[in-house]
């Protein structure tokens, strides 16, 4: 009897606690949801009637530089005051070593994180004015300042730690950067075409401390304004460029989604960070210039969007933290030497073809071979190889001259006829560039000339970008504004701040959960428990009783600094400190 009315009173009460979880769910997620009513319109992709967009589909890929321009995009700079290695140095020899010999991209965008905003033991975070100031000050003393429109950044996660509002004076992109907006979005307009960049500032609109702000969102209201943004630039652009630090009703109407923050991951995860989306976009993750020192050349040629991924030298990049600005002290250091540097642009890598937006049947319909080449040197010998077999048609020069700072275009080109590759089967060419000191570049590009799009072989890589991560931002409650105190209730579905009872959006506590408590404070303590409290003879040598003291004076040290940060309440208020305590206590008492 006791038992039924047990059962009795713990399932209703089971039932009102799933209850008031949805209610909270459904409170913490209504900025995120869209309703019936406030779905955007289906607009349908067309091809559009204006005579500008269509002037690159009657022209053939010959031996001029007519319809072509390129850009530059890297991301994930990390500038850091604290750490020698990556970041900072990488980003400054960028400056000093590619933008001289790649002198005249039509502009640069720069997608996030642009500071590192850790301390020097990587656990707090803050916004650290000399990381801003060596930023602005390298963009100086470079030049690019003094050329309108030439650079556009955004802010990442890392920019936005600490961040209270837009109007916070921790936000010091505002006074730093270049772009000084929350995002962007402008035309690039030729005689040949018009092209619309349109780069999202996903930041919280109250930028939370690491490690509680990894994942970016858009609210309802900002995703109807892109919708509408992306609908009309697809019907007067002849491509539509979507940039963010990291949608199907929209996605239709752009051509590439460029992004970084995700810096390859690890362990080979993210070699290929790049997929070919359903809704017939590619998405184009970059690697970090923290770590990788990646940087990426897209060009458009004749409307066929190419692109090739550039590592610097990082065996000559010395590992020091560079200086910290000061008046008449250059922060740039020593040119490093620049091997030619290669971009196939016809044939296009098939991998990356786009038929809803690119005129992919003029590659079957060119007449010659076309390639960019940027070397710090004149160029002595170009090769071309096709399926293994040397081309031997002259290859020549047909680019303008260098002293064009403007607008260099170093096109080479070569005669070639395609139908000879006409055969729906994929073929390869390799193309290799050597300069008059003996430095040499390589390329080599898969192509079809039927206008079928060949497998990226991105394998895992290619696998994690494609998966729809909106759906994990759904599914994880979260929030709208920021309260006047600043002080609020930390729940698993978000922050309620108690001032207006308002949701801040945050979508990292699973995360942190996974990675930091489940694995580190309590996966690997457990494994350790099991082996000195078994029967094995080895349970109590030394090297296992040190690695276990060891791990729990590491994890004691992020309760001290938890408590720098939030102060000592912090250390009395949290579990984690019980279980340290436990975890010492019984440790100490059955391994010794």
């Not at 006074?175 to 960049?197: A, L, S």
């Not at 109407?253 to 960070?273: E, F, N, P």
């Not at 040629?301 to 200086?323: G, N, R, W, Y």
């Amino acid at each position: 009897m006791r038992n039924s009315i047990g059962t009795l009173f713990l399932i209703p009460l089971t039932l009102f606690c799933w209850l008031r979880a949805y209610y909270v769910y459904k409170e913490a997620n209504f900025s995120l949801f869209v309703t019936e009513n406030e779905k955007p319109s289906q607009i349908s992709f067309l091809t559009s009637a204006d005579p500008v967009l269509q002037k690159v589909d009657n022209n053939t890929l010959g031996d001029s530089t007519d319809n072509i321009f390129y850009f530059m995009q890297i991301t994930d700079l990390h500038i850091s005051k604290f750490q020698k290695t990556g970041g900072t140095s990488h980003f400054l020899h960028f400056l000093a070593t590619v933008l001289p010999v790649i002198s005249s991209p039509a502009f640069v965008l720069v997608t996030g994180d642009l500071t590192d905003a850790k301390d020097e033991n990587l656990i707090t975070s803050q916004q650290f004015i000399d990381e801003w100031v060596t930023y602005h000050t390298a963009l100086q003393e470079s030049g690019v300042l003094h050329r309108p429109g030439f650079w556009h950044d955004l802010r990442g996660n890392h920019d936005c730690f600490n961040v209270g509002s837009w109007e916070s004076e921790q936000n010091l992109y505002k006074k730093f950067g270049v772009g000084k907006q929350r995002g962007f979005d402008f035309t690039f307009e030729k005689n040949f075409g018009r092209y619309r960049f349109v780069g999202i500032d996903a930041c919280p609109k109250a930028g939370i401390a690491r490690p509680f702000n990894f994942f970016g969102y858009y609210e309802t209201e900002d995703m109807n304004r892109l919708a509408e943004t992306l609908s009309n630039a697809s019907l007067s652009s002849n491509h539509t460029f979507l940039v963010s630090e990291t949608f199907d009703d929209i996605s239709k109407h752009i051509s590439v989604y460029m992004c970084g923050h995700l810096h390859k991951l690890a362990w080979g995860l993210g070699d290929q960070l790049q997929t070919y989306q359903p809704t017939h976009f590619i998405e184009l993750e970059l690697a970090d210039m923290k770590v990788n020192a990646i940087y990426r050349i897209l060009a458009i040629d004749h409307d066929l969007v190419s692109f090739t991924d550039v590592a610097l030298p990082l065996h000559e990049i010395p590992l020091k933290v560079p200086p910290s600005p000061a008046p008449g002290f250059s922060v740039l250091p020593e040119k490093l030497a620049f091997p030619p540097v290669i971009l196939v642009t016809n044939p296009k890598d098939s991998r990356y073809l786009m038929k809803y937006h690119e005129p992919v049947h003029i590659i079957k319909e060119s007449t010659h071979i076309r390639l960019l080449v940027w070397s710090d040197h004149d160029i002595k010998e170009i090769e071309i190889f096709l399926d293994g077999i040397r081309h031997h048609e002259q290859v020549s020069y047909k680019g303008n001259s260098k002293d064009n700072r403007v607008d260099h275009i170093p096109l080479w080109v070569s005669p070639w006829n395609p139908k000879q590759f006409d055969d729906g089967q994929e073929h390869y060419i390799i193309v290799k560039a050597r300069d008059i000191i003996g430095q040499e570049g390589e390329s080599k590009v898969i192509f079809r000339v039927d206008g079928e799009r060949s497998d990226m072989r991105g394998g895992i890589s290619e696998f994690l970008i494609g998966l729809d991560w909106a759906l994990v931002g759904d599914m994880i409650p979260s929030a709208a504004e920021e309260g006047n105190d600043g002080i609020g209730i930390f729940w698993l579905f978000g922050i309620q701040l108690d001032s207006n009872s308002q949701w801040l959006p945050i979508f990292d506590t699973w995360r942190y959960a996974l990675e930091d408590q489940l694995f580190l404070s309590v996966g690997i303590v457990i494994i350790w428990f099991m082996i000195i409290t078994g029967e094995r003879k080895w349970k109590r040598r030394y090297p296992i009783l040190i690695l276990g003291f060891a791990l729990w004076l590491w994890r004691g040290s992020s309760l001290i600094n938890l408590a720098k940060q939030y102060g000592n309440l912090a250390i009395w208020t949290n579990l984690q400190t019980l279980w340290w305590a436990f975890w010492g206590w019984y440790g100490f008492l059955r391994g010794t």
